[in-house]
């Protein structure tokens, strides 16, 4: 115990290399369009190239920078300007710099002792959110694994602020509750029901028209009919954003029986509306309607996962839940040396435990910035470092520019696509998902045959299968409702060139023309 545990000159000179490594094949290959997007091999061969197994002696430090290399060259390379597979591509150099600041200081922004830095940096990222959705005030909590947890903190925060007394009794002391979400609205509603007991068959998906928008007449008679079976009922989430749809979500005006009914209006966006006021006439929602939203940066604006801000328009505050009393915070004044509890927001009030080996009342400092109660969980990663460096490296208008960028793409490419024999709409795109079908020339003219949708729902997956084997680009596919086999092409990665989408055509055709 004398001497380090840590060989630390060699630690550094090892982390030096694989940050060498990290430049040229992470970051250098995986922007280069002449390298693959993937190496694809069949698991049992790459279980073996990389040799999992875990054995009780160490390795040196060559055949570890190896096994750095290999990991980067075997994996998808998702900063790729030919990755077009989920709603997340491309690579912002600022804005892993702040991922590697965020993994170097190995904290978590629960309480400003630990993350003095994070915390105020933190506050200042939501609260900027908030602006820019339209908020003056307000709440919000990065959140820790993404969009669909942050669904599930609007439901729980919602239930919570309609009965209070679900935090500590649970849900069988309180009426059944209901959720109404849109039929085409994301699979983590039913996750989160399911998590929450809420229950799956309490969710009450509204139908759709033809262009997958809520119709308002439609969620006030599935309410009207949810009411007469039973007498109270609590909504907490609207319409979340439907991932998969060729159009944006559309949200009813408020329901004129919201406050008969206490719904709690919610909105998940995966992408960007209004906040960047950059495309006015795409801004499709007027989200200072809602109760919450969620915002993930780590999508369009291309800040790396993950990165998710749960948005609350509720600034009220209240008194400390009961449970507070044993850990020595007392309502109201200062008493024999145990500090009293100041009011609290929604959150904090909904999801805090005040553990007092974290969130001592009595410390030296502000203990309103130890903001880690108000998380369901402990520790939690700082997502909003990565997205702060990425702000102040260029500004509001440069993410808006990224904005305007992909809707010029998105376009760009619609146009060409309609000038191109086999390429056919699933329907006109109003956002950035462009989806579609491509007809090979074997079924060009069988619209009316009994096996045409049925043989057309095979091409997708044949194309995806042949690009992926032979590492040329990645784009998603997907069936919808009564609609076979289409492909999701979702341009957010402004390091895409013309070149890149005349590329993505020209691929399909080619390696469709057979089938």
């Known amino acids: 115990l004398d001497d380090p545990g840590l060989d630390i000159a060699a630690g550094e000179e090892f982390l030096q290399e694989v940050f060498q490594i990290l430049l040229e094949e992470g970051v250098r290959k995986s922007m280069?369009?002449?390298?693959?997007?993937?190496?694809?091999?069949?698991?049992?061969?790459?279980?073996?190239?990389?040799?999992?197994?875990?054995?009780?002696?160490?390795?040196?430090?060559?055949?570890?920078?190896?096994?750095?290399?290999?990991?980067?060259?075997?994996?998808?390379?998702?900063?790729?300007?030919?990755?077009?597979?989920?709603?997340?591509?491309?690579?912002?150099?600022?804005a892993l710099a702040g991922r590697f600041l965020t993994e170097t200081l190995n904290t978590s922004p629960y309480t400003y002792e630990v993350a003095p830095v994070l915390v105020l940096m933190e506050e200042q990222v939501l609260a900027k959110l908030r602006e820019l959705v339209g908020w003056s005030s307000g709440d919000g909590i990065f959140a820790p694994a993404g969009g669909s947890m942050s669904n599930m903190l609007a439901m729980n925060v919602a239930r919570f602020r309609r009965f209070p007394e679900s935090r500590s009794r649970g849900n069988w002391d309180l009426p059944r509750l209901g959720l109404f979400a849109s039929r085409e609205s994301h699979y983590s509603i039913l996750k989160g029901a399911a998590l929450l007991g809420i229950g799956t068959d309490n969710v009450h998906l509204v139908r759709t028209d033809e262009r997958g928008k809520m119709i308002p007449e439609e969620l006030e008679k599935e309410i009207q009919r949810v009411k007469a079976e039973v007498r109270r009922v609590c909504t907490p989430p609207c319409p979340p954003c439907p991932p998969n749809s060729p159009v944006p979500p559309q949200y009813p005006q408020r329901p004129s029986q919201c406050p008969q009914s206490s719904l709690n209006v919610r909105v998940s966006s995966s992408k960007s509306p209004k906040p960047l006021q950059c495309c006015p006439k795409f801004c499709f929602f007027p989200p200072t309607r809602a109760d919450s939203v969620t915002w993930n940066p780590h999508k369009l604006l291309m800040v790396g996962l993950q990165c998710s801000a749960f948005l609350l328009r509720d600034s009220s505050v209240g008194a400390p839940h009961p449970e507070f009393l044993p850990r020595g915070c007392l309502p109201g004044p200062l008493i024999n040396l145990a500090a009293s509890c100041s009011s609290q927001g929604l959150?904090?009030?909904?999801?805090?435990?005040?553990?007092?080996?974290?969130?001592?009342?009595?410390?030296?400092?502000?203990?309103?910035?130890?903001?880690?109660?108000?998380?369901?969980?402990?520790?939690?990663?700082?997502?909003?470092?990565?997205?702060?460096?990425?702000?102040?490296?260029?500004?509001?208008?440069g993410l808006g520019w990224r904005v305007e960028r992909a809707f010029a793409a998105t376009r760009y490419l619609l146009e060409q696509m309609k000038r191109r024999e086999g390429f056919r709409l699933v329907m006109e795109p109003e956002f950035l998902n462009l989806c579609f079908w491509f007809i090979p020339p074997s079924l060009r003219g069988q619209d009316s045959s009994p096996e045409f949708w049925d043989k057309l729902g095979k091409v997708a997956p044949a194309i995806k299968e042949k690009m992926i084997r032979r590492g040329s680009m990645m784009v998603g596919y997907q069936p919808q409702g009564s609609r076979v086999n289409f492909f999701r092409q979702v341009i957010i990665n402004p390091a895409v060139t013309r070149q890149d989408l005349d590329f993505f055509l020209d691929e399909i055709q080619e390696l469709g023309w057979d089938l």
């Not at 130890?370 to 969980?377: E, I, L, N, R, V």
């Open 347 to 397: 959150l904090q009030r909904c999801h805090g435990v005040g553990a007092s080996y974290l969130f001592q009342r009595d410390k030296f400092y502000d203990v309103s910035l130890d903001t880690g109660d108000k998380s369901p969980q402990c520790g939690r990663r700082a997502d909003g470092l990565k997205l702060w460096i990425l702000w102040k490296a260029v500004g509001t208008r």
């Open 32 to 94: 280069d369009v002449t390298q693959k997007v993937c190496d694809w091999k069949k698991p049992q061969e790459l279980r073996e190239l990389l040799d999992l197994e875990l054995r009780s002696d160490g390795e040196g430090r060559e055949r570890l920078l190896q096994r750095c290399r290999d990991v980067l060259r075997l994996s998808v390379r998702t900063g790729h300007p030919r990755f077009c597979n989920q709603l997340f591509s491309g690579l912002d150099h600022h």
